[in-house]
């Protein structure tokens, strides 16, 4: 049973390109969280999705920030018209179920904006 | 506004010492309350998951209790080992009209010297 996969691990983007960063979270998990560590700061939620539906987004900036989990496929955030202060680790988690049983992270997303 | 705090930041122990940390969150709409090990330059591993006031849960060395009535929670190391030195990041999950929220504090970096 494979780990939740995100990829790619390390992405490069020149400011104003957009950036796709994927999730494949581990096989029956259908919750899918979102987060953020910028330069020297903890993890931060983003947003919190299951299947086709964003349950909790409150994380989310409210501009160039966008995330889906569609029905097939890995769940993608989507970041346009990247400056750099979108420069930081994102990691992925998923669950079975909501959030009383463990969530498991993915390796993460390092973006470098230049 | 949701807050967790952890305390303290950094601790530097010695091979051998026991050690504790703390984590304190909000007291309402309690869903979870998560332990989570963050090795450098990996993703976050969970090590609890603690839904009842009064909960304590032990893996190894390494134990957890839980009073959500005053909204904190303890991480325990006994003798505690180099191996044992990341990040301790706990996770607060709340649950309001149905919709889930999950902060994570920022830590509290160990570091087990030989």
């Given at each position: 049973n494979a780990g939740v996969m995100q990829n790619p691990r390390h992405l490069v983007r020149r400011r104003g390109q957009e950036a796709r960063l994927r999730c494949s979270p581990m096989k029956g998990h259908s919750h899918v969280y979102w987060y953020r560590q910028l330069p020297e700061e903890g993890l931060k939620f983003m947003v919190y999705l299951q299947k086709e539906n964003i349950?909790?987004?409150?994380?989310?900036?409210?501009?160039r920030f966008s995330a889906e989990f569609p029905k097939e496929g890995p769940s993608i955030l989507r970041i346009q018209q990247v400056v750099r202060g979108d420069s930081a680790a994102y990691f992925c988690a998923s669950s079975p179920?909501?959030?009383n049983t463990e969530a498991f992270f993915g390796q993460g997303t390092r973006l470098t904006v230049v | 506004i949701l807050n967790v705090e952890q305390s303290p930041q950094s601790l530097h122990v010695q091979e051998g010492d026991s050690t504790n940390f703390t984590c304190s969150f909000p007291s309402s709409n309690f869903y979870a309350l998560h332990w989570y090990r963050w090795e450098t330059a990996k993703s976050p591993e969970a090590l609890f998951v603690m839904t009842l006031n009064g909960d304590e849960k032990k893996k190894g060395r390494i134990s957890a209790t839980l009073n959500t009535k005053e909204g904190y929670s303890y991480l325990y190391i006994k003798g505690?080992?180099?191996?044992?030195?990341a990040t301790y990041l706990c996770a607060f999950s709340s649950t309001t009209s149905g919709t889930y929220k999950y902060i994570f504090g920022t830590g509290t970096r160990l570091k087990v010297l030989a």
């Amino acid at each position: 049973n494979a780990g939740v996969m995100q990829n790619p691990r390390h992405l490069v983007r020149r400011r104003g390109q957009e950036a796709r960063l994927r999730c494949s979270p581990m096989k029956g998990h259908s919750h899918v969280y979102w987060y953020r560590q910028l330069p020297e700061e903890g993890l931060k939620f983003m947003v919190y999705l299951q299947k086709e539906n964003i349950i909790d987004e409150s994380g989310m900036p409210k501009e160039r920030f966008s995330a889906e989990f569609p029905k097939e496929g890995p769940s993608i955030l989507r970041i346009q018209q990247v400056v750099r202060g979108d420069s930081a680790a994102y990691f992925c988690a998923s669950s079975p179920r909501a959030m009383n049983t463990e969530a498991f992270f993915g390796q993460g997303t390092r973006l470098t904006v230049v | 506004i949701l807050n967790v705090e952890q305390s303290p930041q950094s601790l530097h122990v010695q091979e051998g010492d026991s050690t504790n940390f703390t984590c304190s969150f909000p007291s309402s709409n309690f869903y979870a309350l998560h332990w989570y090990r963050w090795e450098t330059a990996k993703s976050p591993e969970a090590l609890f998951v603690m839904t009842l006031n009064g909960d304590e849960k032990k893996k190894g060395r390494i134990s957890a209790t839980l009073n959500t009535k005053e909204g904190y929670s303890y991480l325990y190391i006994k003798g505690s080992q180099p191996e044992d030195s990341a990040t301790y990041l706990c996770a607060f999950s709340s649950t309001t009209s149905g919709t889930y929220k999950y902060i994570f504090g920022t830590g509290t970096r160990l570091k087990v010297l030989a």
